[in-house]
């Protein structure tokens, strides 16, 4: 090895034992990030109720959709309905739809009763359809 490269492996070993290298370097640390109060911090949503209807195993989710043609069509044909009525609301547009055996589950919030009247009479009016259980929520404001 030649005197160069052996001090230069000296240096570096003498660095990593003793941990007292020159740690200047050309680019600056960072700026430490800025703190907030806890009154500018907004809380997290909170769905824990929510979320424990739904793990009940007698509640509908999305998960019990039927993979069958037949419910496939009618969910989609009820979706449709409520997607071409431009006076629901995006609550009433994103609401559950779930067919299974013909027997279609509606859940989530609406704005409205007359929101949550229409999209049954509109799921009841789909061919296929044997029964209806409403379970959509009036959002109160």
């Known amino acids: 090895m030649n005197l160069k490269l052996l001090t230069m492996y000296s240096t570096l070993g003498a660095c990593i034992f003793v ?8 680019t600056p640390a960072p700026a430490p990030a800025p703190t907030r109060s806890p009154e500018t911090v907004a ?14 195993s007698a509640t509908k989710t999305p998960m019990d959709q039927s993979n069958s043609k037949a419910d ?4 989609a044909s009820i979706r449709r309905a409520i997607m071409e009525d431009k006076a629901m609301s ?3 547009q994103n609401c559950k739809i779930i067919t299974e055996d ?3 589950t509606l859940r989530g919030p609406v704005n409205s009763q007359a929101e949550k009247d229409s999209i049954e009479a509109k799921a009841k ?12 929520e009036v ?3």
């Open 139 to 141: 959002k109160t404001k």
């Open 72 to 75: 496939i069509d009618i969910t």
């Open 43 to 56: 809380p997290a949503p909170d769905n824990t109720e929510v979320n424990k209807v739904d793990s009940k």
């Open 125 to 136: 009016a789909v061919a296929g359809v044997t029964r209806v259980d409403n379970q959509l």
């Open 90 to 92: 995006i609550n009433a």
């Open 19 to 26: 941990g007292a290298c020159d740690t200047r370097s050309e």
């Open 102 to 104: 013909g027997v279609t």
